[in-house]
């Protein structure tokens, strides 16, 4: 395991492994959000009270979910890459950073256009929402530290601990409607007994879920191997690439 754990964080051979999973995951990515979305759009059943309209959740929670799984993943490999200064870690956190941005933003405009019919308000300062808000100004935060310190190193450093110090918002997003009177509905799938949802809304929303989980990867894997490119281009495998003009 530990030996795995280390080859993992050699930038050549995480390369050499990324790439040959990425096609894999590309597939598998688009087979589970057409079936995804075929029981979600046309298999499930109409939702007794909201209608129609409920079946924007097949792109919201996901979108959620996936805001809050990303965020947890750079704060992991900020931890890692303070404590044993792991230049793998680095990238996963920085090759992270926009995709958790962009499923942050895509699940509060779903939010908000599923909140006017239900609620009758494109927004409120509601617990959850302004929480997830906030998750979308930490990734943008993220972003524009990075970007703003000229050395990679003390970047690195700098946005692992705003990673590690904003990761306190995640049980707040997760928790918010148990914790404070808000108008966002509770969980009907992360449930102690049981999901309070029909079958047949829940296997597409777990599709869909497990497609948002292979879309990061192969879009993460795709992004990473452009950064270690660039932070190895002085060194010699990135050059024998280069002659191999792969």
């Given amino acids: 395991m530990w030996l795995w754990f280390h080859k993992l964080g050699s930038p050549k051979y995480f390369y050499t492994l990324a790439g040959k999973l990425i096609p894999w995951f590309g597939w598998i ?22 209608g129609e309209s409920y079946r924007i959740i097949y792109i919201h929670v996901p979108a959620a979910w996936m805001s809050l799984f990303i965020y947890i993943v750079m704060a992991i490999c900020g931890a890692i890459g303070l404590i044993w200064k792991m230049k793998m870690a680095d990238i996963i956190a920085s090759s992270s950073a926009p995709i958790g941005a962009a499923f942050t933003f895509l699940a509060l405009v779903t939010g908000s256009l599923w909140g006017k019919p239900m609620w009758g308000t ?14 979308l100004f930490l990734y943008l935060g993220f972003m524009g530290l990075q970007s703003a310190i000229v050395d990679r190193r003390t970047a690195a450093n700098a946005c692992a601990v705003l990673a590690l110090v904003g990761v306190v918002n995640i049980p707040i997003i997760h928790y918010s409607v148990e914790w404070w ?24 929303l777990l599709l869909m879920w497990l497609s948002s989980q292979f879309y990061y990867g192969t879009v993460l894997m795709m992004r990473a191997r452009n950064e270690v490119l660039d932070r190895e281009r002085d060194t010699g495998w990135v050059k024998e690439l280069a002659m191999e003009g792969k």
């Fill in 122 to 135: 494109w927004w409120t300062w509601d617990a959850r929402l302004t929480s997830e808000l906030i998750l």
């Fill in 29 to 50: 990515t688009l087979l589970l959000v057409l079936a995804g979305l075929y029981g979600g759009l046309i298999l499930a059943p109409t939702d007794y009270q909201q």
């Fill in 181 to 204: 009177n808000t108008l966002h509905q509770g969980s009907t799938v992360m449930r102690m007994d049981k999901p309070a949802m029909d079958t047949r809304m829940l296997i597409p």
